[in-house]
């Protein structure tokens, strides 16, 4: 893990994942946690990370992603298959 964002309203963690270019959503209690953005290995198309560094989810539930080497932030849609580069 490389970055952290926690969810005060559910207590809900996000973990920029760095070497598994993806990032997991922890619900409270969960066993488990699910990739919600990347997790297709390394590379640099929209549904692609390369080592996310620092992870913000807002209010809607978007997911931002700053990514290393791809010098580059990416929006994930609630429920999104692939990101838009914000900057």
Known sequence: ???IFVDSTDQTV???DRNNHRVVKWMKNARQGVVVAGGHNE???LKHLHFP???????SG????AELLN???V???KDA???TIIA
Do not use: K, M
């Open 43 to 45: 590379g640099n198309s």
């Open 75 to 77: 929006r994930w849609l």
């Open 1 to 3: 893990p490389w970055g």
């Open 53 to 59: 560094t620092g992870v913000f989810v807002d209010s």
């Open 62 to 65: 978007s997911i931002y992603v």
């Open 14 to 16: 996000y973990v920029a």
């Open 71 to 73: 010098h580059r932030v």
């Open 81 to 83: 298959q692939e990101g």
